[in-house]
């Protein structure tokens, strides 16, 4: 098969997805989304048969895989799915009606309901852009004041989506979390972000580590990998006591990590998943 990696910025996955695509007998096409031109009103053939989505960028992400999929090439992660997974507002609603547990969370678009849903919700609490990545923007509250000073930050800023805001509470986690990483319903391997920060994201200093998952964990990312559309995701979940609640479904997962601390080709697992799906 002839299989597209759609990219901004080559990284490591990038590389290592071609290096698994030619390992397995495929022919890798790298796709520069910033040297292409895409015309919607002609005809052009990009002869793929399927292609990877692993823009660094959600808007050049979403923009090229719509006009790939409208082109008929199928693009994993879908348009659909990475829209869904951007929107953190979307996940957790989709999550919550189908009764996967996620922290108790409220939306409220004023300061003055902000300060109602803190009050239900309880200090510390967390709040998050809509829209973002890598734990950027993220801010917790400790009392009152620091919640409103988050806000008027918040409120004077340019874009429009910082005006919704997503209140969370604050979960006591052990000093670690969960990403896991799940490809068309399968979890190959995990790992835990362990810091002394309560956030702990590897890309803000999070050290990672081996996990084991216990089989309510594995269904738990399997439950949220479904919801949210299928296809190649990293699931992030934060355990509290006895109980585990997802956090965030990423759309574009960085899994570096993962492949280094675990031993497992994630490359090479999500190349023979995916060709396995599309040749059915």
Not at 10 to 39: C, N, S, Y
Not at 55 to 69: D, H, K, P, Q
Request: charged letters at 30%; one cysteine or more.
């Amino acid at each position: 098969m002839r299989v597209g990696i759609v990219y901004d910025l080559i990284r490591w996955e990038e590389k290592d997805l071609m290096r698994a695509i030619k390992e397995l007998g495929h022919e890798a096409v790298p796709l520069q989304v910033t040297r292409e031109v895409f015309w919607l009103d002609r005809g052009d053939s990009y002869d793929l048969d399927l292609a990877f989505q692993r823009c660094v960028s959600f808007y050049r992400s979403i923009a090229s895989t719509i006009i790939l999929e409208e082109k008929g090439i199928p693009v994993v992660n879908s348009s659909r799915v990475l829209m869904g997974c951007e929107d953190k507002l979307y996940t957790t609603a989709r999550l919550a009606r189908r009764g996967i547990p996620v922290p108790r969370t409220a939306i409220a678009f004023s300061r003055e309901a902000c300060v109602e849903a803190a009050e239900k919700l309880g200090y510390p609490l967390v709040v998050k852009p809509i829209y973002g990545s890598w734990g950027r923007m993220i801010a917790r509250a400790l009392d009152r004041e620091s919640l409103e000073e988050i806000l008027e930050f918040r409120e004077n800023m340019q874009s429009p989506h910082f005006k919704v805001h997503y209140l969370q509470e604050y979960v006591e986690k052990p000093g670690r979390d969960i990403r896991a990483c799940y490809i068309w319903g399968d979890v190959p391997a995990a790992i835990y972000r362990v810091s002394d920060r309560w956030k702990t994201n590897t890309a803000l200093g999070g050290r990672a580590v081996p996990a084991s998952l216990s089989e309510e964990q594995l269904e738990l990312v399997r439950r949220a990998g479904d919801e949210l559309g299928g296809g190649v995701l990293g699931v992030d979940l934060v355990e509290r006591g006895s109980e585990s609640l997802v956090l965030e479904v990423n759309g574009i997962p960085q899994y570096r990590n993962i492949s280094r601390v675990t031993g497992v080709d994630v490359s090479r697992a999500i190349v023979e998943k995916t060709v396995q799906r599309f040749r059915r």
